[in-house]
């Protein structure tokens, strides 16, 4: 810092003012050192700010003072981008992709069919998606494609684990791109969308040109033992004892593999109490605040299943990845790409310590941590981050930048 005045990011082009104290008589003079252009990857919107805010408090003037206002006006631009949810639309196309032998999954498009493509990956695995994912969306700008992963929501067979693991789901959304003739598109997932989404755009960066994530999943040891094996207990105490009274104290070891046996029974009845039990879990542990509606879900025993079942499968075999940090050490294939990584700080499905950690691996994702939610992309506060950083990478989009 020193003379420089200035915190300077590693591997970063920035334009340096000097500040004359204590300077050599070479340096006397403020100087601008090659400006870092709007909306560079390799710093951080806050950063470019302060960088401006300083060269203008030394009085700094020179050709390059329209690069300066341009980068206040692009600062004014974040300010005012929008951040509410969009109206209820309808899609404009749907069908049915054949993926494999065994399965098929449901799409369908909605906005503008010339508009800027972006893939919708919903949570779970297994969760599907719903009519309210398009709202996050301006449908004037945006093509909007949402689909059903294997075995789940509309996708064909029901609540089906052949053949379904992350590489496959990796591989149909690429076929999903193709059958569509998208050459590229934006990605937005939250939770084990976000799982997806990192999985997707590492394994085809050249097919990304910009992500959003919410609610960081990485299918760690350390966040499953925390959801799964009692530590969220300490929080939800009362949503807890249902879970954990369903298996007998003998095979409390591994509430996992418990409702793995549970789910995959060969009684019917046996395997909709297990995943009734697992989505409520779940659901009522979703919200800072109790939602009611959101909890009812794990009343229905088909959206249960497929909800319960698959996350299981992929939770046991820690979402098919070679390594623990495997999302996390990938990271350099696609920190070129602009990135906006939403996290709710009193989430307790996937609490921060992940999304904390992939902002320490990838500081230049813009991060944005909304300080009164929790996991849910249905809560105000991150509705509203969402919304807005779909709305950054629109105008990054119509600007050429």
Partial sequence: MNSL???????????????????PASLSHLQLLHFIPPFSNNFTSSGRKKLVLRAQSFGYKSDCDHQLIDLMESEKEVVELNRNLYPDIEPYSTGFLKVSDIHTIYWEQSGNPSGHPVVFLHGGPGGGTSPSNRKFFDPEFYRIILFDQRGSGQSTPHACLEENTTQHLIDDIEKLREHLEIPEWQVFGGSWGSTLALAYSQAHPDKVTGIVLRGIFLVRKKEIDWFYEGGAAAIYPDAW???RDLIPENERESFLHAYKKRLNSDDVETQYAAARAWTKWEMMTAHLLPNEENIKR?????????????EN???????FFPSDSFLLDNVDKIRHINTTIVQGRYDVCCPMMSAWDLHKVWPEADFKVVPDAGHSANEPGIAAELVAANERLKNIIKNGL
Avoid: C, M, Q
């Fill in 5 to 23: 005045g200035l915190f300077i990011p590693t591997n970063a082009t920035i334009g340096i003012a000097i500040n004359t104290t204590n300077t």
């Fill in 241 to 243: 004892e249902p879970f």
């Fill in 298 to 310: 794990g009343d229905d025993d088909k959206f249960s299943l497929a909800f319960a079942r698959i």
């Fill in 313 to 319: 499968h992929y939770f046991v075999n820690r979402g």
